[in-house]
C-alpha cells in the first residue's frame, strides 16, 4: 500500500494541528503494538508495515524506523514519541528503540481494531478498493466511536479479518473514542 504523496501531506490536507497530532500519536501506537504482538508471537517472523513492507521483528522500533515507515520527518515521530511518553503510553530513551507500555499496547489495539473495521466496512459497503479503504480508514479512524464500530463489528458478523488478511482485534480492553 502507498502514500502517493506522502501520508503527512495526505494528513496535512485533511486535518487541523490538533487532530493530525493525535493521529501521528494512533499511527505510532498501532505500528508500536503490531511489532509488540509480532515480536512475542515469533521472533523469526516479520511484521508488514504500513506500506507493505515486511521487516524482521524487534523488540521496539527506532524514530528513523518509525518515520521511514510512516514517510514522516523524524522531528514529527520525536515530538509525538514525547507526548505519549508523557502520558505513559511509551518508554524510549534517546539512541535506544520505542517501546509500547502494557496501556500504550490496549490504546494501540483499540485504534488497530477500529481502523480494520472500518476497512471491512468501506470495502464491504462503499467498494473501494483494500488499498482505498485502508487510506480512507486511516483518515476516519480518530473519528469513529466505539458504539459505531461495535455497529459495524457486529454488521459484518464479528469478521476476523479486515480486506487485506489483517487480525482484528477481538480482546479490546479500552475504548477511548
Known sequence: MSFKRGLS????????????????ESLLLIILTKNYIAYNKDKDTKVTGFRGRSQKVTEGLTTRELADELKMPQSTIATAVGRLVKKGFLTHSKGLPVLTTEEGRSLGNERLRHHRLLEVLLFECV??????AHTEAIKLMLLTSCELTAEIDKKFNYPKLCPCGEEIPQDVERCET
Do not use: H
Request: aromatic letters at 0%.
Open 9 to 24: 501531506t495526505e494528513i496535512d490536507d485533511l486535518l487541523g494541528r490538533e487532530l493530525k497530532g493525535k493521529l501521528n
Open 127 to 132: 467498494g473501494l478498493d483494500i488499498e482505498a
